[in-house]
């Protein structure tokens, strides 16, 4: 006799005023299943179908994909206590560092890293990445000159990656470290395919780590030995400093939190600027506004490129999906959610709801410059997260953006060889191909 699968039922309810998630039918996760579409295509369709807060039977847990603001705001902003980070994806990679870590351990380790990226601590790092921000326009002004063809991604994370060794080792970054660097965008591209079995995926990028783990022994011993660089002491010997007083900061976790801000102090910068190049070679009238906005150097000016960053940022935010795990059942803007739900946020979803923002479908920065064209509800706009796991390195991640536009843009226009077909979905979400182009003098 013939079975048939029965359907799974509706999330259970722990309140009577809770009603059930909606859930998106088990045919089309099958059929997405059986394809070869991207994560986001099926999120996007139980967001299309069924609103901002939508379950999903993709896994061994009931999962409920959140993108309606009051939603984002309540699991990341209000209840942070209850839904919980269970395991970094890549923790792999960056251990027991500010980004996986929990409880007490994660508390000291965020208060220690905080201060130093908001107010006076962001302003022992300007001069860093100013000078990294000079570097790469003399090379850009060099390649102009020549004829070089350049590869825009490329060059966008070299000037993150010096700006973030500057910063952590007072040391600009040399041609022997960044080729050891490179081990560390490899393991990070590497994240979504590798195993899931733990010891085989650490086998896989075996490679990348221990280049990783050497070149972090170095750093480490040579602050210990040498003691500050020649823009003087940086993150790293923050992090020595408080070894000296916290016994909890043994030579590994120094190693896991100097690879965590490596990870986080270029990736997410290095992609942003690659696809707002990408984006200004699409829209050009919006350089053109930017640079027009006030003379160089004015408030005017500034504003508005941090604006086309921000914009970009909506299109392509630096956490486009975060996960979170339910401690305990709650009630999630009226509907059920039990604990050992997995729920997953996606700004990058929100930021491209009509329902929330205005033509979301346009290259539009003013929208950052002109007041109540914007949405207001908390929740509709968190590329780097909300609440107390918020990304520590906003504040970084645009002044370092900033700076470097402030140079570029005014100075050179990319005339692009190729462009990447589409994105790729991992840690980041990142173009997926290379970006040679051609510079031009504006």
Known sequence: MATHARRPGPLPIPSRTARPVPELEPALVRDWQAGEGELIDLFAQAHARLGGVAALRIGPHPTVLVTAPEAVQHVLA?????????????RLLIGDGVLAATGDAWQRQ????????????????????????????????ACARDGQVLDVGEEMRRFALDAIWRSLTGHPLDPGTEEELAAVPAVVAALPSLPADGVAARGAVAGELARIDALSRHAIAAARSAGAGPDGPGLLHVLLEAAEASPEYTDRLIRDELV??????????AVTLTWLHLLLDRHPHARERALAAGPDGSPE?????????????????SAWILPR???ADDVLTGYAIEAGTDVLVCPYLTHRDPGTWEDPARFDPDRFLTPGRRPTRPGSYAPFGLGPRACLGLQFALRESTALLELLLPAHVPHFHSVPAGAAYGITVRPDGPTPASLAER
């Open 78 to 90: 209000l209840r942070p206590d209850l839904y919980v980070k269970r395991s970094h994806r890549a």
């Open 110 to 141: 965020r208060r220690l890293l905080q201060a130093q990226f908001t107010g006076r601590g962001m302003r022992r790092w300007e001069r860093r990445i100013t000078e990294a921000a000079r570097t790469t326009a003399a090379r850009w002004a």
């Open 260 to 269: 965590t801000l490596l990870v986080a102090g270029h990736e997410t910068t």
């Open 301 to 317: 000016r500034r504003a508005a490129v941090q604006a086309l960053v921000h914009e970009t940022l909506r299109f392509y935010p």
């Open 325 to 327: 795990h339910a401690a």
